[in-house]
């Protein structure tokens, strides 16, 4: 089992899209995949037809009492293949109920080990918030991508989460693989051309070949309640997320790794 990270201490960068693009190709080629929403704003579980407010069981329990069994937390999705750890409305009070203990950096990687035989793929879908459910995804995965958008804002947000990943590694103890992975690029208008310039001038081969661009195939399958390669495969999102998918699956072990001692640039 793989487990992948998805993270950016920016919002509104294409986590979640992302999550839910590789994860529907992933399905679509027999792997069994869980997704795990670990962001209290439940996005990736109302995208896979969840209420959220309504959840009496969802990851907030793991951390409550880390001893509940994962498997009675998992909720099954329309899609086929894919299978949801859910967030519930819970997980806005987590980061203040938590404050202080100790222990919890570690509860999502034990609860994905006991999963180990069950799925082929796990996708975390991690907040844009440096706390505990961010803390756990790092530890918990052996890929991390880090999507960006492609504008200058986003890039000062992706800087802060190269300092971040940096300093979180030393605790960590390992190596990550790691891929910036741009989103939303325009290739009509100069910022989103210049901002991906600097991307790769910052951070070099650790981009991934793919491009995400801005498509509005993304909004409609979220609107129709599929991924977005079951709505539309021919999509340019998501030949784009094909790409990187097979960037991820052919060459894993050439994607570059963020070593603990790496200075971000």
């Not at 399905?27 to 407010?53: I, M």
């Amino acid at each position: 089992m793989q487990v992948w990270a998805i993270a950016n201490q920016k919002g509104g960068v294409g986590k979640t899209t992302t999550v839910v693009a590789l994860a529907g190709l992933l399905a679509q080629q027999d792997a069994r995949v869980l997704v795990v929403d670990l962001d209290p704003h439940a996005s990736l579980t109302e995208y896979f037809g969840h209420d959220a407010e309504s959840l009496d069981k969802s990851v907030y329990n793991l951390f409550q009492t880390p001893a509940t069994p994962v498997g009675q937390l998992l909720l099954p999705t329309q899609e086929p293949g894919i299978t949801i750890l859910p967030a519930s409305s819970a997980m806005a009070s987590l980061e203040r109920q938590t404050a202080g203990l100790t222990g919890l950096g570690l509860v999502v990687h034990k609860a994905m080990q006991s999963l180990d035989k069950e799925f082929d793929y796990v996708l975390l879908d991690s907040p844009p918030v440096l706390g505990i459910t961010m803390i756990n995804a790092l530890a918990a995965c052996e890929l991390l991508l880090m999507p960006v958008q492609t504008e200058f804002l986003a890039i000062k947000g992706l800087l802060r989460m190269a300092n971040t990943l940096s300093h979180l590694l030393v605790s960590r103890g390992q190596p990550l693989h790691t891929l910036v992975v741009p989103t939303m690029y325009d290739r009509r208008t100069k910022p989103s051309i210049q901002s991906l310039r600097t991307i790769r001038k910052e951070f070099g081969e650790r981009v991934s070949n793919a491009v995400i661009p801005h498509d509005t195939q993304f909004r409609n399958a979220s609107a129709a309640g599929q991924v977005p390669s079951r709505y539309n495969h021919l999509a340019r999102g998501v030949q784009a997320y094909d790409l990187l998918l097979t960037q991820l699956l052919r060459q894993r072990h050439q994607i570059p790794i963020w070593e603990v001692t790496s200075p971000a640039k």
